[in-house]
Antibody, heavy 126, light 108 residues
Framework: DVQLLESGGGLVQPGGSLRLSCAASGFTFSNYAMSWVRQAPGKGLEWVST????????YYTDSVKGRFTISRDNSKNTLYLQMNSLRAEDTAVYFC???????????????????WGQGAQVTVSS | EIVLTQSPGTLSLSPGERATLSCRAS???????VAWYQQKPGRAPRLLIY???SRATGIPDRFSGSGSGTDFILTISRLEPEDFAVYYC?????????FGPGTKVDIK
């Protein structure tokens, strides 16, 4: 079975940094696009970022460009999200999710989300 | 950038009834790259439909998707008690790979 387990969430002050991790198992990690999706309290889903299987292509929603960095370590089957310059509006549950098969291409048409991890809470507050 | 809108915001139905959920895109979605997700309170979302009409693994056949261009539909043929939840559409052609605001299906 595919399993995704996020870690690294917590409480951080505005302007601070946090790194989320997502440990994957049950599939050939390097063959698939991986993404982060967040959900603010009481709100809908918001796509945050996606990385191709080999890490060569990365995509971000406008509100996190220049502040967040998605990366992966295929030797450790782990996805990361480095979050810097955090703002109150970044407060959310952050889910990692597996996409379609996508190794060295743009991943267009491959970025659906199945399955999802259980989520990691990130709270930005003073 | 494609913006997705969903209607209605809330759908109040009884078990056994048919649910029809709409998702409209601000511009044509390339190659039918539309997915639908179900989310229950306190849970991670679950993929139901991808490629407009293909059911994900393990999804019952009472869930079906249709549409093309800018208009897409998720149909639940006969609502079961476990189907009362929030449903989101998503496009995944080119970034940003955005979601619609969701439709809540609740018990009438």
């Amino acid at each position: 079975d595919v399993q995704l387990l996020e870690s690294g969430g917590g409480l951080v002050q505005p302007g601070g940094s946090l790194r989320l991790s997502c440990a994957a198992s049950g599939f050939t990690f390097s063959n698939y696009a991986m993404s982060w999706v967040r959900q603010a309290p009481g709100k809908g889903l918001e796509w945050v970022s996606t990385v191709s299987g080999n890490g060569g292509y990365t995509y971000y929603t406008d509100s996190v460009k220049g502040r967040f960095t998605i990366s992966r370590d295929n030797s450790k089957n782990t996805l990361y999200l480095q979050m810097n310059s955090l703002r109150a509006e970044d407060t959310a549950v952050y889910f990692c999710a597996k996409g379609g098969a996508c190794t060295t291409t743009t991943c267009y048409g491959r970025v659906w989300f199945d399955p999802w991890g259980q989520g990691a809470q990130v709270t930005v507050s003073s | 950038e494609i913006v997705l809108t969903q209607s209605p915001g809330t759908l109040s139905l009884s078990p056994g009834e048919r649910a029809t959920l709409s998702c409209r895109a601000s511009q044509s979605v390339s190659s039918s790259f539309v997915a639908w997700y179900q989310q229950k309170p306190g849970r991670a979302p679950r993929l139901l439909i991808y490629g407009v009409s293909s059911r994900a693994t393990g999804i019952p056949d009472r869930f079906s998707g249709s549409g093309s261009g800018t208009d897409f539909i998720l149909t639940i043929s006969r609502l079961e008690p476990e189907d009362f939840a929030v449903y989101y559409c998503q496009h995944y052609g080119t970034p940003p790979f955005s979601f619609g605001p969701g439709t809540k299906v609740d018990i009438k």
